[in-house]
Structures are given as C-alpha cells and as structure tokens.
C-alpha cells in the first residue's frame, strides 16, 4: 500500500476520499474531538484528518496494520504515540 501511495497521486486521493467519506459519518462529538487532538478548526477536521493519515502512509509512518488495530481499539502505547505524531504533522510540510 505504501509504494502505491508514494507512487501515485491519484490513488492517495482517492483514498483520502474514502476516509473522508468514513470520518464524516463519525458522531459531531468524535470529529470534534479529534479536531481538539489535531489542533484543527471544525469545519477542517475531515479533510486535514484524512490528508495527515494518507500522508502518513504514504511516508511510511504508518502501516495499514497500524490503521486496522487504531480502527480495533488498540491501546498499545507505541502504536498509540506513532499514531498521534503522524497526524499531528501537517502533510505539506514533508515530502512523500
């Protein structure tokens, strides 16, 4: 997945529209909250939520495994600080 991403633009977007389309089905309360977490205004939190996390993946910082055991609840410590550093970076500020 990550070779693909780095390769292409056009499948990055079309996976941050999936999770855009994923993220914006979340309760206003979650979205809110990662908003808070991202230091992102409202009416930002779906598109810069996804960007991060498609860049993140596209870098390498994150594997699909990493997406699927967040998406299960994970409270692994060190899955949880990578996962948080990497949306936390914005995705233009480094390259893919």
Known sequence: MRAAL??????RAA???E?????AQKPAADRAAIG??????????VAGYCARMVAG??????SYGD???MSEGSTDPQ???R???TLRLDPSAQSI
Not at 57 to 62: I, W
Request: net charge negative; glycine share 2%.
């Open 83 to 85: 996962f948080i550093r």
């Open 6 to 11: 780095a390769a292409s633009p056009e499948a």
């Open 79 to 81: 899955l949880l600080r």
């Open 15 to 17: 996976v941050e529209v």
């Open 67 to 69: 997406f699927v055991a």
């Open 36 to 45: 808070a977490l991202l230091d992102l205004d409202p009416d930002a939190v």
């Open 57 to 62: 993946f596209a870098r390498g910082d994150l």
């Open 19 to 23: 999770c855009q389309d994923d993220v």
